[in-house]
């Protein structure tokens, strides 16, 4: 047995000392058991109160407690400790015993396992071919139902012909209908009443047997026995459209509302709502346009009647009213389910489109700009009218999204209108504001002087061209923005017409561009008018002009009005920066036909230097020579009609003054 670890021996300090685990308060070994201890910041924390040698120390003495601890543990269970392999007697024999059982336990678990296995296949395959039956069950049970719908299908087609067809339609000969009294004539009609509702009937209830034969087949693709019953299914579907078609083009005829309603759910049953639309535009629709808008070989005298529509339209809407209400009213009504049908887009506005192509091919021309405004104004109104027969707002959204109203739109070319009408007005404003001089509206046509209060043909020209933009017969609401844009540009161009002519005279540039040529050779008068049509165009535009296009635009938002207000008088206030600038040309004007005068005070010096002549007794001609032309220019006739009184005290002293200037100069 091994000896113990002997302890090291204690020095006196140890013997007569403090306990080893005394320790001052400050150090804590407790801390150094924490998870999160950290030597770094436990120094930190303690080199701030206590020096390094001192913790030095004191961690040097715990150590030397935990190494005495230490030995102290293993001296104290040292015995046991080297005991234990005494103790340990026979262990292989132990562990042999305990095999066994262990190896016993473990086959039986192998054999259990295996069993289970065997079962656990078994109850897959039985639930694999219990899936399979099911399927094949399913499929078959599908293949029964389809046979058996077939049949039905069959069956019931071939009870058509035995319910007798429409007697107008020649079943019955015309001298057995001769032979019939009055009584039996309204018998028949009762009976033909009787027969188009039992038929519709019975066609819904094939097309409700129809749809379920489409979900059976649509089931049930590619397998054989769907692809050898194809040919029937195709024969009874092609009988059923037929037959339908009869009845439908029968229920129109008659007006017959329950024979009608009867085969609009037929259709709506087997999804073939475009045959139902074709059939009621080639039945009804298409010979009642016809008679309004003739083509081809029938149109021999629609030269006479030009490429107009809105006469054509209001036929259509009285034929509409008369003719195609009933339809409209029963695939319209509430709780119907004939909502999915669109006898107005693809019916009504379809034949209508077709016809106008056809017919009057010219209407959609923009070439004439004035037709075809009144054209595409008609249309819309013919629009309007048809959305009238809308239930609701999604009827309303419906009829708008569907193909044909698009392609309808798409035949108005609203952007070439535009350009023609911008050549048309922009150019008439331009011919005139490159002439070389000033018209005045007197000198001109007869008609222009109708615009009082203007004097310049320039100014009537574009007074016209803004009116035009926003006349009924030029404007297309949906391009409202485009003809604002347009009547800023032309007051653009009149101020810049009007700036670039000031500045060729104030440079006396005689070589200017054309347009500006006015400005060089205008005189006094001509100023005059032309800055009493600026305040007058001002005034206009800022007034009654602007609340005539608020009022036209007075269905956009409140922020588009605004925008427009401000854009609008914009343009106004770029008239009225002009002014001044005219003013001064008119004192630039009047002071240099002042000074003529004065260029010959240069000669008096000269009379009286080197001659006996006597001294002047009589007042100097050259002052009033110098106010000859403001005396003219104020008391000219034309410039009281037209001069304000205010602004004539307002640039006066302009004027006194400039002159003052340029005689003292």
């Not at 005991?83 to 336990?105: C, G, I």
């Not at 039945?283 to 006479?304: D, E, F, N």
């Not at 409140?558 to 343009?571: H, K, M, N």
């Not at 003529?596 to 002047?616: F, S, V, W």
Request: glycine share 4%.
């Amino acid at each position: 047995m091994a000896d113990p670890i002997p302890a090291p021996p204690r020095s006196a300090t140890d013997l007569f000392s403090d306990p080893l685990d005394a320790h001052p308060l400050w150090f804590k070994p407790a801390s150094f058991l924490s998870p999160d201890f950290d030597s770094e910041s436990y120094i930190s924390e303690l080199r701030t109160f206590v020096p390094f040698d001192t913790l030095r120390s004191e961690l040097n003495n715990y150590l030397s407690s935990l190494n005495h601890e230490l030995i102290d543990l293993i001296n104290r269970d040292y015995a046991d400790f080297v005991n234990l392999s005494t103790k340990l007697v026979d262990v292989d024999a132990v562990v042999v015993r305990m095999r066994a059982p262990l190896v016993e336990l473990r086959e039986k678990i192998e054999q259990f396992r295996g069993s289970v296995q065997v079962s656990l296949v078994a109850i897959k395959n039985r639930l694999k071919q219990r899936s399979e039956a099911a399927s094949a069950r399913e499929t078959l049970e599908l293949l029964l139902d389809t046979f058996h719908v077939v049949s039905k299908v069959e069956k019931l087609i071939k009870e058509l012909p035995s319910v007798p067809t429409d007697w107008s339609n020649g079943d019955v000969n015309l001298s057995e209908r001769n032979s019939l009294s009055n009584g039996v004539s309204v018998q028949h009609v009762e009976d033909e009443t009787s027969i188009r509702e039992t038929q519709s009937m019975l066609l819904e209830r094939i097309a409700s047997e129809m749809n379920r034969l489409k979900f059976y087949v649509t089931h049930a693709k590619n397998l054989p026995f769907i692809e050898n019953m194809e040919k029937r299914i195709q024969n009874a579907s092609l009988t059923v459209d037929a037959s339908l078609g009869h009845c439908f083009v029968n229920g129109l005829e008659h007006r017959d509302a329950t024979a009608i309603y009867n085969c609009l759910r037929a259709y709506a049953a087997i999804d073939n709502t475009k045959n139902a639309e074709e059939i009621f535009r080639i039945t009804v629709v298409a010979p009642l346009i016809q008679k309004i808008i003739r083509h081809g070989s029938s149109a021999v005298v629609a030269g006479s009647s030009g490429d107009g529509l809105e006469n054509d339209y209001q036929l259509i809407k009285e034929c509409i009213d008369k003719d195609c209400q009933f339809l409209l009213e029963i695939s319209s009504a509430e709780n119907s389910g004939l909502h999915v049908f669109d006898f107005l887009a693809n019916s009504i506005l379809k034949e209508v489109l077709s016809a106008v192509q056809k017919g009057k091919p010219g209407a959609f021309s923009p070439g004439r700009p004035t037709e075809f405004l009144k054209n595409y104004k008609s249309s819309l109104d013919f629009l309007a009218y048809l959305e009238g027969y809308c239930p609701s707002r999604s009827a309303v959204a419906k009829f708008r999204s569907e193909a044909i109203y698009t392609e309808f739109m798409k035949q108005w070319n609203i952007g070439v209108y535009f350009s023609l009408r911008f050549q048309e007005i922009a150019g008439s404003l331009d011919s005139v504001l490159t002439t070389s001089s000033l018209v005045p509206v007197q000198n001109s046509d007869a008609g222009e002087a109708n615009y009082q209060g203007l004097t310049l043909k320039q100014s009537v020209t574009l007074l016209e061209s803004l009116r035009s933009c926003w006349r009924e017969d030029v404007l297309v609401l949906s391009c409202s923005d485009r003809f604002l844009r347009l009547s800023l540009q032309l007051l653009s161009r009149y101020s810049n017409w009007l700036s670039s002519g000031l500045t060729a005279r104030k440079n006396h540039n005689t070589s200017t561009s054309s347009g500006c040529e006015w400005a060089v050779s205008a005189v006094i008068d001509d100023f005059i008018f032309v800055v009493h049509d600026i305040r007058y165009l001002e005034e206009h535009v800022q007034g009654d002009y602007l609340q005539h296009v608020l009022q036209l635009l007075s269905s956009c938002s409140p922020d588009v009005l605004e925008s427009v207000r401000q854009s609008i008088l914009l343009g106004g206030q770029s008239l009225k920066s002009l002014e001044p600038l005219v003013i001064k040309a008119v004192v630039e004007s009047l002071v240099e036909k002042s000074v003529e005068d004065l260029r010959q005070m240069k000669g008096i010096t000269a009379t009286y230097r080197m001659t006996n002549k006597p001294l002047p007794v009589r007042h100097s001609p050259y002052v009033s020579g110098v106010l000859r032309p403001l005396k003219a220019f104020w008391m000219g006739r034309e410039l009281q009609d037209i001069w304000p009184v205010k602004l004539g005290m307002k640039y006066s002293f302009v004027l006194q003054l400039r002159l003052l200037t340029v005689i003292m100069n």
